[in-house]
């Protein structure tokens, strides 16, 4: 019987891989010792992972195989395969993982307290392969269910935004520690993604759909927009914002429990411009099991990986409408489930994490449960509007 198994498996596997060469136009699987949460880039083709398991963690930079940039004969670039460009460990687990622009910093949180733990990822030194803890800030909570949100943009000296909840957040300088800023809220909601949206201007998404947009250059009180009307009981709801030129030309996407996906404007950050109803099995996961996310170089385009799927589906919004309707996947990459055996009684294989290449339109990481890690450059099914890159910003 197992032999049979195996066989039906091997027939599944070579059917999907063929399949493969239609919808891809890259793709390349790679295996992790240990499963990552965090994908985070630190250039266009170096990106870091570590490990979240309660016992000792890799943590990596890797780079991206090089035959993903050969624009012409590909055949010829021997390099197919990630490589180390630098390691450590680390004792805790990694929940959340932010690179500090104009750096070779990292700083983390093991989702368990709001305390951040701050990385060297190496120079030009002749320790340059070596990723080394050099400090930590303390956060204002001992302990929490969802563990620190974290944002990072370019400044003249390194600062880093983190919190908890609502009223966790706060900008520390990240030689001295200092606070540069704290937001002042009368509520402490468990945050679900901490967002700039600009230098100075950030979005606070919390759990229970609300979020504050608030300005480090000022102590006002942050302009505070409710959840979207929900379509059933959601408990939950994770967030994205999208990058745009300008302030206005921004979006936010949140995705509730009960698979509802409402994109907003910064001028009505309660009300929706298009929403669609997700056939994404999000009811029982937990807050880090589910991403959400713009892609940042082509036109509507939206990831969402969540349960136990083990798939990340794309979907294209422009085709949304106002009023809430059910929405197909634009593409949906299968690889993880597919090339994971699965026999009565093992675990189910879900994706852990997934990011868009920050310059490659079609282009995402993609990593599960199991441990396989992708890089995958999806074909458009039907050439359709959300093809488009997005417009230069420039």
Same mark, same amino acid.
């Given at each position: 019987?197992?032999?049979?198994?195996?066989?039906?498996?091997?027939?599944?596997?070579?059917?999907?891989?063929?399949?493969?060469?239609?919808?891809?136009?890259?793709? $390349?699987?790679?295996?992790?010792?240990?499963?990552?949460?965090?994908?985070?880039?630190?250039?266009?083709?170096?990106?870091?992972?570590?490990?979240?398991?309660?016992?000792?963690?890799?943590?990596?930079?890797?780079?991206?195989?090089?035959?993903?940039?050969?624009?012409?004969?590909?055949?010829?670039?021997?390099?197919?395969?990630?490589?180390?460009?630098?390691?450590?460990?680390?004792?805790?687990?990694?929940?959340?993982?932010?690179?500090?622009?104009?750096?070779?910093?990292?700083?983390?949180?093991?989702?368990?307290?709001?305390?951040?733990?701050?990385?060297?990822?190496?120079?030009?030194?002749?320790?340059?392969?070596?990723?080394?803890?050099?400090?930590?800030?303390?956060?204002?909570?001992?302990?929490?269910?969802?563990?620190?949100?974290?944002?990072?943009?370019?400044?003249?000296?390194?600062?880093?935004?983190?919190?908890?909840?609502?009223?966790?957040?706060?900008?520390?300088?990240?030689?001295?520690?200092?606070?540069?800023?704290?937001?002042?809220?009368?509520?402490?909601?468990?945050?679900?993604?901490?967002?700039?949206?600009?230098?100075?201007?950030?979005?606070?998404?919390?759990?229970?759909?609300?979020?504050?947009?608030?300005?480090?250059?000022?102590?006002?009180?942050?302009?505070?927009?409710?959840?979207?009307?929900?379509?059933?009981?959601?408990?939950?709801?994770?967030?994205?914002?999208?990058?745009?030129?300008?302030?206005?030309?921004?979006?936010?996407?949140?995705?509730?429990?009960?698979?509802?996906?409402?994109?907003?404007?910064?001028?009505?950050?309660?009300?929706?411009?298009?929403?669609?109803?997700?056939?994404?099995?999000?009811?029982?996961?937990?807050?880090?099991?589910?991403?959400?996310?713009?892609?940042?170089?082509?036109?509507?385009?939206?990831?969402?990986?969540?349960?136990?799927?083990?798939?990340?589906?794309?979907?294209?919004?422009?085709?949304?409408?106002?009023?809430?309707?059910?929405?197909?996947?634009?593409?949906?990459?299968?690889? $993880?489930?597919?090339?994971?055996?699965?026999?009565?009684?093992?675990?189910?294989?879900?994706?852990?994490?997934?990011?868009?290449?920050?310059?490659?339109?079609?282009?995402?990481?993609?990593?599960?449960?199991?441990?396989?890690?992708?890089?995958?450059?999806?074909?458009?099914?039907?050439?359709?509007?959300?093809?488009?890159?997005?417009?230069?910003?420039?």
């Amino acid at each position: 019987m197992g032999e049979m198994e195996d066989t039906d498996f091997d027939d599944v596997l070579d059917d999907w891989f063929i399949e493969s060469l239609k919808l891809y136009k890259d793709l $390349h699987v790679y295996q992790l010792e240990h499963p990552t949460q965090v994908i985070e880039w630190t250039s266009e083709r170096t990106v870091c992972v570590a490990g979240y398991s309660s016992s000792k963690n890799d943590i990596l930079e890797l780079r991206l195989p090089l035959k993903l940039f050969a624009d012409e004969n590909k055949g010829l670039c021997a390099e197919r395969d990630f490589k180390v460009v630098c390691g450590g460990f680390t004792e805790g687990p990694v929940r959340c993982l932010r690179y500090i622009p104009g750096t070779r910093c990292v700083v983390t949180n093991d989702g368990q307290s709001s305390d951040l733990q701050v990385w060297d990822l190496g120079g030009d030194d002749t320790a340059a392969d070596v990723i080394r803890r050099t400090g930590s800030i303390k956060g204002k909570r001992r302990a929490s269910e969802t563990g620190s949100r974290i944002a990072a943009r370019l400044s003249s000296a390194p600062q880093v935004l983190h919190g908890a909840h609502s009223s966790d957040v706060q900008l520390t300088q990240l030689t001295s520690g200092q606070t540069l800023y704290k937001l002042e809220t009368d509520s402490a909601d468990p945050l679900s993604s901490l967002q700039f949206v600009g230098d100075t201007v950030f979005l606070a998404g919390c759990c229970n759909g609300s979020v504050y947009m608030a300005d480090t250059r000022t102590s006002a009180a942050p302009q505070l927009s409710p959840p979207p009307a929900s379509s059933g009981e959601s408990v939950h709801w994770w967030m994205d914002v999208s990058a745009g030129p300008q302030l206005s030309s921004c979006r936010v996407v949140r995705l509730s429990s009960s698979g509802q996906a409402v994109i907003s404007d910064m001028r009505n950050l309660g009300g929706a411009v298009c929403q669609a109803q997700l056939d994404v099995q999000t009811c029982c996961c937990k807050p880090d099991d589910v991403r959400v996310s713009w892609a940042p170089a082509l036109e509507d385009c939206v990831s969402v990986s969540a349960g136990f799927s083990g798939v990340v589906e794309i979907y294209d919004t422009s085709v949304w409408r106002t009023e809430l309707q059910e929405a197909q996947p634009l593409f949906q990459h299968r690889g $993880h489930v597919v090339a994971s055996q699965q026999t009565d009684g093992s675990v189910p294989v879900f994706v852990t994490s997934h990011v868009w290449h920050p310059e490659r339109p079609r282009t995402l990481l993609s990593a599960a449960s199991d441990g396989s890690f992708h890089v995958w450059d999806w074909v458009d099914p039907d050439g359709s509007a959300a093809g488009r890159p997005t417009p230069d910003t420039d």
